[in-house]
């Protein structure tokens, strides 16, 4: 009786273990796929959010690509949706004027830091690699 719950219990162990290498080949290939697909906006500046999306308590995308002009707020109706208590309804916007990306500020409570500067009233010129942060969000501006 014990062997045949010992080989019972080995095959469940087998069993286990390959599932657990199934679930990390899965991983794996998301994280390939999600890779890839920050391959796909080569031509299209974007922000890239640098926080890990799993700390946060609300959902949110990776990338947002910046097709003219993107808006960010708590308002649903930006482009870019935070639901986050420090980000006003309507935040900042980022927009390209004459091959430059630009980056506003709407008035926001909290502000919007570029480089971990406070953008005031100000509109100033993003480049590739410069931080963006409102409230506890942290994008990267990408331009190719």
């Given amino acids: 009786m014990f062997e045949i719950f010992s080989l019972v219990l080995r095959y469940v162990f087998i069993i286990i273990i390959y599932i657990f290498i199934l679930n990390i080949i899965r991983l794996i ?28 308590d609300f959902k949110m995308q990776e990338y947002y690509p910046i097709v003219g002009e ?56 993003i480049v590739d690699g410069d931080l963006i942060t409102i409230g506890k969000i942290q994008f990267m501006f990408v331009n190719r």
Avoid at 74 to 103: A, C, T
Avoid at 110 to 123: C, K, S, V
Wanted: glycine share 8%; net charge negative; proline share 0%.
């Fill in 70 to 125: 993107i808006s960010v707020g708590r308002g649903s109706r930006n482009d870019v949706y935070l639901k986050e208590k420090s980000v006003s309804k309507n935040h900042m916007r980022i927009f390209l004027n004459d091959g430059f990306y630009y980056i506003e500020d709407l008035g926001s409570s909290n502000g919007t830091f570029l480089n971990g500067n406070d953008l005031g009233e100000n509109i100033v010129e």
């Fill in 29 to 56: 290939y998301l994280d390939i796929k999600s890779t890839s697909t920050a391959t796909n906006h080569k031509d299209v500046a974007y922000l890239k959010v640098i926080n890990r999306l799993d700390q946060l």
